[in-house]
């Protein structure tokens, strides 16, 4: 990154349940490019389990972050996401930066909060299989591939997709 230049900064939605790769890989990614990466979770809670168990500190909440201090988000899947759509400020938040044109990438079960926040309808869009009812009962078009980017919107299948759902996000974030 350009010297004086201020960095990228993007957060991950992190809830109990989500996948461990999903907000790890992405995370660590994301910093060797130089980007900022704040987590924030729905609560007040400061330790979050991913489905296997392995525990992250989250750098803040929702109630203290606003969608214009960030060029994009990550919705890792898991179960999380089902667990993340039921809060109205995370909603928000979520299509807040989509109707702004920031990035939102969606990887595995994260398609739930783009159904969520109303933003699926009209896109091209990739998730895992057990989900992809629900974005075209939603009005996306479905397609099974390793990344999809429909404008801002950046989505993938699963964790073995996370180098090029990765890619796409840095990409975009340099444009």
Not at 68 to 93: C, K, Q, S, T, W
Not at 110 to 125: D, E, M, Q, R, Y
Not at 141 to 170: A, C, G, H, W
Request: glycine fraction near 8%.
């Amino acid at each position: 990154m350009p010297k004086g230049q201020t960095p990228p900064k993007i957060a991950i939605l992190v809830e109990d349940q989500y996948q461990v790769h999903e907000v790890w890989y992405p995370l660590f990614r994301l910093q060797e490019e130089g980007v900022k990466v704040i987590t924030i979770s729905p609560g007040t809670k400061e330790i979050y389990h991913s489905k296997e168990g392995y525990p992250i500190k989250v750098d803040t909440s929702i109630d203290k972050v606003k969608p214009n201090e960030f060029d994009g988000v990550i919705i890792p899947g898991g179960y999380a996401p089902d667990i993340l759509r039921r809060y109205p400020a995370i909603i928000n938040f979520v299509k807040r930066l989509y109707v702004d044109g920031r990035i939102v990438a969606a990887i595995c079960h994260g398609g739930w909060l783009l159904v969520s926040a109303g933003i699926a309808k009209g896109h091209k869009v990739t998730c895992f299989f057990a989900i992809k009812d629900d974005l075209i009962a939603a009005g996306a078009k479905y397609m099974d591939r390793e990344v999809v980017v429909d404008q801002n919107l950046i989505t993938s299948r699963k964790p073995e997709d996370l180098p090029r759902f990765v890619v796409e996000i840095i990409r975009l974030l340099k444009k």
